[in-house]
Nanobody
Framework: QVQLVESGGGLVQAGGSLRLSCAAS????????MGWYCQAPGKQRGLVAE???????TYADSVKGRFTISRDNAKNMVNLEMNSPKPEDSDVYYC??????????????WGQGTQVTVSS
C-alpha cells in the first residue's frame, strides 16, 4: 500500500504565494515521477507540473514562470510553489506519484486532493 498525504491548500489572494506539499509513504521501493495535477468540476484532470527522478521538470504552459515544482527524494516528498497565482488557478490539486514495480513497470498513485482557491 502507498499513502499520499497532501497539505498546503487553501485560500490565497491573487499575486500572493502558496506552497503545496505531498508526502509518500508505505510500500515504496523506487519513485519515478512525481507531479501535481488539477481538476475543476466537470473537467478532466490536467497536468500542472511534474518532476522525474533525475530532476527534469515539465510545466503546463499556463503556470510556466509562476509555479515551481521540487522534490526531496530522502523524504519522498514533492512540493509545488505557487507564486503569483491567478483566480483561474483555483482548482482541486492532486499529487501523483509513479513507483517502479519491476523492470518496465510503473504504478501510479493519487492523493486525495487539496482545494486551492485564489481570490481576486
Amino acid at each position: 500500500q502507498v499513502q499520499l498525504v497532501e497539505s498546503g491548500g487553501g485560500l490565497v489572494q491573487a499575486g500572493g504565494s502558496l506552497r503545496l506539499s505531498c508526502a509518500a509513504s508505505g510500500s515504496i521501493a523506487s519513485i519515478n515521477v512525481m507531479g501535481w495535477y488539477c481538476q475543476a468540476p466537470g473537467k478532466q484532470r490536467g497536468l500542472v507540473a511534474e518532476i522525474t527522478s533525475s530532476g527534469s521538470t515539465t510545466y503546463a504552459d499556463s503556470v510556466k514562470g509562476r509555479f515551481t515544482i521540487s522534490r526531496d527524494n530522502a523524504k519522498n516528498m514533492v512540493n509545488l510553489e505557487m507564486n503569483s497565482p491567478k483566480p483561474e488557478d483555483s482548482d482541486v490539486y492532486y499529487c501523483k506519484v509513479g513507483i517502479r514495480r519491476g523492470i518496465g513497470t510503473i504504478y501510479y498513485y493519487w492523493g486525495q486532493g487539496t482545494q486551492v482557491t485564489v481570490s481576486s
